[in-house]
């Protein structure tokens, strides 16, 4: 596909309305997440983390009532509290992220034409 830049010098162009919607906008987005996705994504990448899977095997063995040596919500105590601790951080960075966005894409630029 081919992108056509059109100058704002005042002349308009036949069908720039379309060929403007058909494109997306020139925004800056440096965020990781979106709200519906955040879950998902986050649990995701908590999951590929050697450590994190370590725990997660810890308490699915735990629920087998043969295998069984604590109680089931201690297990569960520090692989909650480290996926807690590090979504929260990551919903916080992303925050900061789509703050920092927001003001760049509303600053005032300066276009020159010939």
Not at 35 to 52: A, K, Y
Not at 92 to 111: A, G
Request: glycine share 4%.
């Amino acid at each position: 596909k081919w992108r056509i830049v059109l100058p704002d010098n005042g002349r308009h162009w036949k069908g720039w309305k379309q060929v403007s919607t058909f494109y997306s906008r020139n925004e800056i987005q440096t965020t990781k997440y979106t709200w519906v996705m955040f879950l998902p994504q986050s649990l995701l990448g908590q999951f590929h983390r050697l450590g994190n899977l370590y725990f997660l095997f810890l308490v699915v063995l735990n629920c087998l009532p043969q295998v069984e040596v604590f109680h089931r919500e201690i297990t569960m105590v520090p692989l909650v509290v480290v996926l807690l601790a590090s979504m929260i951080k990551d919903a916080i960075e992303d925050y900061r992220k789509y703050q920092y966005d927001k003001t760049i894409n509303f600053t005032k630029t300066r276009v020159y034409d010939k």
